[in-house]
């Protein structure tokens, strides 16, 4: 998948953004799946009030060309995967059979039943204006990011994002606004701190996103039970996010955060928590 992504930004003339400026590169490569239910799992009929029944299973390729000199990340990622696999009920009933909770019974429902492939490119660029060390080694930055997708999730996003405290790992590796449905996060890196003391961190940021489709609400190419209309969704779609993060011990760090975002769906379908 490395290999496509590669040609897919040669296309796309993303590496003009990079090639005559000196820069590193890394790699991520990721799998997974997410699920998506309406509030009531109990009922077998499809609900057209309500959030459908949807799962992606995914692979996914991450670039990552780091230019030092102006502080700048340059991000590519390429996700292929399935829409509507029927083992997405296998795997949700299983996990709440494990925690007791409630079977669900709509996943018949789902959009793409049956499954079809799909795919998303996606293209960001992450700009730090500054970094300002104060007492005791706390420090915060600041920065800016621009991203655009095409494929299941299509769509244009601005945001901003802000972290100060103890901070060891590298201005290149924080990238909270990655977070929407697949959490394709740049490459992990470790701290750079040498006198023993842990990262400690608070963070905070917002973002605007323009949405022109999404699969996961509207369907693809298969028929499916629920779907929304562009008409009923609302295009706009705003962020905010605030968390704080600790290092423990051999590297490992954990994050408690919190985010809200307003609604995608519109009108009276809208009142219903997605």
Same mark, same amino acid.
Request: one cysteine or more.
């Given at each position: 998948m490395?290999?496509?992504l590669t040609?897919?930004n040669?296309?796309?003339?993303a ?5 005559d400026?000196d820069n590193?590169q890394?790699?991520n490569?990721e ?14 009929e499809?609900l057209?009030?309500?959030h459908?029944y949807?799962?992606?299973?995914f692979?996914s ?5 780091i ?7 340059y ?6 995967g399935?829409?509507?696999l029927?083992?997405?009920d296998d ?7 494990a ?6 019974k ?18 960001s660029?992450q ?11 706390l420090r915060?930055e600041f920065?800016? /990011?621009l991203?655009a997708?095409i494929?299941?999730? #299509?769509d244009?996003?601005? @945001?901003l994002?802000? +972290?100060?405290g103890?901070?060891?790992?590298p201005w290149w590796?924080?990238?909270?606004h990655?977070?929407?449905?697949i959490n394709?996060?740049a490459?992990?890196?470790a ?8 990262e ?6 917002a973002?605007l996103?323009?949405?022109?489709y999404?699969?996961?609400l509207q369907?693809?190419?298969?028929d ?9 969704l609302e295009?706009?779609i705003?962020?905010?996010?605030i968390?704080?993060?600790k290092e423990?011990?051999?590297?490992? /760090?954990?994050?408690?955060f919190?985010?809200?975002? #307003?609604?995608?769906?519109g @009108?009276f379908?809208? +009142?219903?928590?997605?």
């Amino acid at each position: 998948m490395d290999g496509w992504l590669t040609a897919l930004n040669r296309f796309s003339r993303a590496e003009n953004l990079y090639d005559d400026r000196d820069n590193f590169q890394r790699h991520n490569f990721e799998f997974g799946f997410t699920l998506f239910t309406p509030r009531d799992i109990s009922a077998a009929e499809p609900l057209s009030n309500d959030h459908p029944y949807a799962s992606l299973f995914f692979v996914s390729s991450t670039q990552q060309r780091i230019v030092p000199e102006s502080k700048t990340v340059y991000q590519s990622s390429l996700t292929v995967g399935f829409l509507g696999l029927n083992i997405a009920d296998d795997v949700q009933g299983l996990i709440h059979s494990a925690f007791g909770s409630d079977e669900p019974k709509g996943w018949g429902n789902q959009i793409s039943a049956g499954g079809e492939p799909t795919a998303k490119y996606g293209v960001s660029c992450q700009k730090t204006y500054f970094q300002r060390a104060g007492h005791r080694g706390l420090r915060g930055e600041f920065k800016t /990011s621009l991203e655009a997708n095409i494929g299941f999730s #299509t769509d244009a996003t601005v @945001g901003l994002s802000w +972290r100060w405290g103890r901070i060891s790992t590298p201005w290149w590796s924080f990238n909270p606004h990655q977070a929407e449905y697949i959490n394709l996060g740049a490459p992990v890196a470790a701290t750079t701190a040498s006198n023993g003391r842990k990262e400690f961190y608070f963070w905070a940021g917002a973002s605007l996103k323009y949405r022109f489709y999404n699969a996961i609400l509207q369907g693809q190419f298969r028929d499916s039970e629920v779907t929304f209309q562009r008409s009923e969704l609302e295009s706009l779609i705003a962020e905010v996010w605030i968390g704080v993060t600790k290092e423990l011990k051999n590297g490992l /760090s954990t994050s408690l955060f919190l985010r809200g975002r #307003t609604s995608e769906i519109g @009108g009276f379908r809208g +009142r219903i928590p997605v």
